[in-house]
């Protein structure tokens, strides 16, 4: 979990509420990721940067919006519209451009946990 | 698209004894693979990963995994498991480099593992 860090550990949520999760890396990483991780599931991508101000779509996207004005920094806003948004939620960094597409390893922040009340 | 399998849910070992957890993937071209570990209410750590090169890898904490091409295997092994290897495993396949820079991995689902004295 070193040099990425997530905040809120949990968090709940109202019905009709937008939320955000932060997630910091000091990894100097140029590439993030948020996924979404449900029992019997596996991780999903949801959405990554590659770069500053630039952001795709990943598997799941609907319901979910991000941001990426600085390097360090890739918010997740879970919005109203996110039906089933209880979730654990999981940000990952890795060197992206920085780095050849062969060695490229994502490293993991602690996670928040999303409970929708 | 790439796609890894995790065929068992839980695997069940006495501390002292190997263990075993069983991976298989499905990909065109050339398989880059990867074995995280969760501990419960935290993110994934990077135990390793094969790009090339020897079907023996070694990674943290004592995990080898070795990779079998004909049998388009990735198991996850540890001469000796202790208690506290006790946790959840993530096997992962590159599924497609990203243009600018990154990879986006294809996860399994998983598999509990419980390490019992």
């Known amino acids: 979990d070193g040099g990425i860090t997530q905040s809120p550990k949990y968090l709940f949520r109202k019905e009709g509420q937008n939320v955000t999760l932060s997630c910091e890396q000091n990894?100097?990483?140029?590439?993030m990721y948020w996924y979404r991780q449900d029992p019997g599931q596996g991780l999903r991508l949801i959405y990554y940067?590659?770069?500053?101000?630039?952001?795709q779509k990943g598997d799941i996207a609907e319901g979910y919006s991000v941001s990426r004005e600085k390097k360090e920094s890739f918010p997740l806003t879970v919005t109203s519209a996110q039906k089933n948004p209880t979730a654990f939620y999981l940000c990952?960094?890795?060197?992206?451009?920085?780095?050849?597409?062969?060695?490229?390893?994502?490293?993991f922040g602690p996670g928040t946990r999303l409970t929708v009340l | 698209a790439q796609s890894v399998a995790q065929p068992e849910d839980q695997v069940n070992v006495a501390e002292g004894n190997p263990l075993t957890v069983k991976c298989t993937y499905s990909?065109?071209?050339?398989?880059?693979l990867f074995w995280y570990v969760q501990y419960p209410n935290r993110g994934l750590q990077f135990l390793l990963k094969?790009?090339?090169?020897?079907?023996l890898v070694k990674g943290s904490y004592g995990f080898e995994a070795e990779f079998n091409k004909s049998q388009t295997s990735f198991h996850l092994k540890k001469p000796s498991a202790l208690v506290s290897d006790s946790a959840l495993y993530f096997c992962?396949?590159?599924?497609?480099?990203?243009?600018?820079?990154?990879?986006?991995?294809?996860f399994g689902t998983g598999t509990q593992l419980k390490v019992e004295l």
């Open positions: 990909v065109s071209g050339n398989p880059y």
């Open positions: 990952a960094s890795s060197m992206g451009l920085a780095g050849l597409p062969s060695t490229d390893t994502q490293y």
């Open positions: 940067s590659q770069i500053v101000n630039d952001f």
């Open positions: 992962a396949v590159r599924d497609i480099v990203l243009t600018g820079g990154g990879n986006k991995l294809t």
């Open positions: 094969y790009i090339t090169g020897d079907n």
């Open positions: 990894l100097n990483h140029d590439a």
